[in-house]
């Protein structure tokens, strides 16, 4: 290479250092702009500058290494070459510019719903794009373009000092890696210590993702996961608004219902017949059975989630990081319940035994047994054994029960009769889109009604002992599970956001219930508001703490918030049935109620803005 090509390319690095600084410092303005900023510390000022300035660097690097650099030794114009590269980082500053506003608003960073408001015919409806503002948007661009033309002239003239090529590179490199050394090693200290000035600001950083090592950490014997899981740091400072109101309770009763929940998992809503479940067929007829009721996700972590604190799980990080406990579960520690759960797989990962239950002692996070169909035995009898015992303690209970084995899908031979044709073991190898379900949809099946003969034995004892009088039982499962319904090749979940996936039956039993089946839709979301209002004299509105409203309230939700248990991925489901998607990336896919692609449907703007604000009132 000859030294007129390496003084270009020296230039060009100039250029990039300058501009990664520059970006960087726009970065870190994110936070200024924020709000509420209490929660930063030294360790969290110092993580967010160096994330700042790693985060550009690696953002404006990726176009010198695969444009400039090829394009120079090709022998392009240098003129020509660095104008690319200087169109290129004037429309990364100006994005990031104009995200830092959508983030003000949104607490989110550009999307495709973002982008669909600002470019659909109904923008006008939701931004006012005066004369002023367009004035400003110019404005902007302007200075964001003599900017990065000054940085460049800034480079050129340092370019032609007597840097020494090598030394130069090398300096930046070791810089470069020192920011980012500093930078992740800070996170992987804050994950480890639940540091929230470095878990919650890292959000403010669009579509960055560092790294932590909590596991290995803890496998090394560095940390111990269960003794920080205890730390409460919700005193100091939380994102979130969760209650947005302090609750006020009725304190004039006296006596509380018992509260027992039970989840199935991976409850298909079509295998509620009399012959697939005929203890929970029979015992809906005497109870109220919410017929269109969708979870809070299309899998566990979200759906769980969903049901203890009224949130979709896109508040998953922001809960877990703030160390809080669900308002339900506050409010029956508050009212001296006995709380015990009863888990066929495992409560710790994922982490809910501290998410939901931390600080209690005796809990039964795993249960025994060699198979999920004997675990789902022994939590059975492990909750009956236990019931006299607890009801002798003269304080109302909680329970939760956790079915596993329509999740598992795998019986005794001697089991798996009832139904037939039916698999002896999920052959997930075998799946395609032209494969019968039905020897696969027995399998199923054939485990759905040994689940439901062990919640007919809960039942039975309960109703044998009186307990039905004074208890509020709620049946559901945590999402859905797919067959291939829709003939699009998804089988089980996790996979899509149609109603195979998402929709579960509900069945709530409480002391004067009527029965009825209701078909207006009804949410997860639904269920705290309706357990602290009807069992623990809440009169807040449900709004004040949860996404939902009362199941017996059947005024319409909505669209519909599920997710998957992140911030990045989850939809909107309409109230007509189509499914509005974001996907990590940001993109969004429309779909109808079969999963059929929708290329021109036109998504509402003020929908989609009112939704948005709708979704993020949780944060302060």
């Known amino acids: ?343 066929s797989a495992t409560f710790q990962n994922p982490p809910f035994d501290r998410m939901f239950f931390k600080g209690m002692d005796n809990l039964h996070t795993t249960t025994e047994g060699e198979s999920p169909y004997d675990r789902d035995c022994n939590l059975t009898q492990n909750f009956l054994n236990e019931l006299p015992e607890r009801l002798q303690n003269q304080t109302p209970l909680f329970s939760f029960l956790f079915y596993d084995l329509a999740h598992a899908m795998y019986l005794p031979l001697d089991k798996n009769t009832r139904f037939q044709p039916a698999w002896e073991y999920p052959n997930y190898s075998i799946l395609n889109n032209n494969l019968d379900p039905i020897p696969f949809f027995n399998l199923y099946k054939n485990c759905v009604y040994q689940v439901d003969s062990l919640i007919g034995l809960v039942i039975d004892n309960l109703r044998e002992h009186d307990q039905l009088t004074n208890t509020i039982l709620i049946i559901t499962g945590d999402h859905g599970q797919e067959f291939n319904e829709n003939k699009k090749n998804y089988w089980g979940h996790a996979g899509n956001y149609t109603k195979y996936q998402i929709q579960v039956p509900l069945i709530l039993h409480y002391p004067s219930v009527k029965g009825k089946t209701l078909t207006y839709r009804t949410t997860h979301y639904d269920v705290v508001p309706t357990l602290l209002n009807l069992a623990l004299g809440v009169s807040n509105p449900p709004s004040d703490y949860s996404m939902g409203q009362y199941l017996q309230d059947s005024t319409s939700r909505g669209w519909h918030i599920v997710g998957i248990g992140n911030d990045l991925n989850y939809a909107f489901i309409t109230e007509d049935g189509h499914i509005i998607e974001k996907g990590g990336g940001g993109y969004i896919k429309v779909y109808d109620e079969n999963l059929n692609l929708q290329k021109n449907y036109e998504l509402p703007p003020a929908l989609i803005n009112d939704n948005l604000l709708r979704l993020n009132r949780f944060l302060r």
């Open 1 to 343: 290479m000859n030294d007129y090509k390496k003084n270009i390319l020296l230039t060009g690095a100039i250029f990039v250092l300058l501009s990664a600084i520059a970006i960087g410092l726009l970065l870190f303005s994110y936070i200024l702009g924020a709000g509420d900023s209490s929660f930063m510390d030294f360790a969290g000022w110092l993580y967010f500058f160096f994330s700042s300035l790693m985060h550009a660097g690696m953002i404006v690097l990726i176009p010198f290494l695969l444009l400039f650099v090829p394009l120079t030794l090709l022998g392009v114009n240098p003129k020509v070459n660095a104008a690319i590269l200087g169109t290129i980082y004037v429309v990364i500053a100006f994005i990031l510019v104009i995200n830092r506003f959508v983030f003000q608003i949104y607490h989110f960073h550009i999307n495709g719903f973002v982008l669909d408001m600002l470019f659909s015919k109904g923008a006008k409806d939701i931004f006012v794009l005066s004369f002023w503002m367009y004035l400003l948007v110019v404005l902007i661009f302007i200075t964001v373009c003599l900017v990065i033309y000054l940085l460049y002239r800034l480079a050129q003239f340092l370019g032609r000092k007597s840097f020494r090529h090598q030394k130069f590179y090398v300096g930046s490199l070791l810089s470069f890696l020192a920011v980012m050394f500093v930078s992740q090693g800070l996170h992987v200290y804050g994950a480890a210590t639940l540091r929230v000035s470095i878990l919650e600001s890292d959000s403010f950083i669009p579509y960055y993702f560092p790294i932590s090592m909590n596991s290995l950490l803890d496998k090394w014997g560095i940390i111990d996961q269960e003794e920080i899981s205890t730390v409460n740091i919700k005193d100091n400072w939380s994102k979130m608004a969760y209650p947005a109101t302090a609750l006020q309770c009725d304190t004039s009763s006296q006596e509380r219902p018992n509260i027992i929940l039970i989840v199935i998992d991976s409850w298909n809503f079509t295998a509620l017949t009399p012959e697939c479940m005929p203890n929970l067929w029979k015992f809906k007829e005497e109870s109220e059975h919410y017929a269109n009721h969708l979870s809070s996700s299309n899998g566990t972590s979200g759906g769980i989630f969903g049901l203890f604190t009224g949130l979709p799980s896109y508040y998953w990080k922001s809960f877990e990081y703030s160390n809080m406990k669900p308002v339900l579960i506050e409010q029956l520690q508050n009212n001296n319940y006995n709380i015990q759960i009863y888990p």
